[in-house]
């Protein structure tokens, strides 16, 4: 809704609710867990137009991300020597 930011505070770090509320134009998605003055600076960001995803689920989700791709990244494959 245009005017409003929306900014999701969450006790439940569940990574399909947190893509579709991001999906469905949420601003940020941020844990209870989080700090107080980190809540606030994520308000502020937030109300400026910036959006926010919580850094340690962020953080772990990217973790799941790579531990399921395997090895190689694609940086990998653009600076491998050639052969």
Request: hydrophobic share 40%; no cysteine; glycine share 8%.
């Amino acid at each position: 809704m245009a005017g409003y930011a929306h900014l999701i505070l969450t006790a439940f770090p569940d990574t399909n609710l947190a893509v579709e509320i991001m999906r469905s134009g949420a601003d940020g998605y941020l844990l209870k867990s989080g700090e107080p003055r980190e809540l606030a600076d994520t308000i502020r960001l937030v109300y400026r137009g910036g959006m926010v995803l919580d850094q340690d689920f962020a953080n772990k989700q990217v973790n799941q991300i790579h531990s399921s791709q395997g090895t190689e990244t694609p940086l990998d494959s653009i600076t491998a020597p050639a052969t």
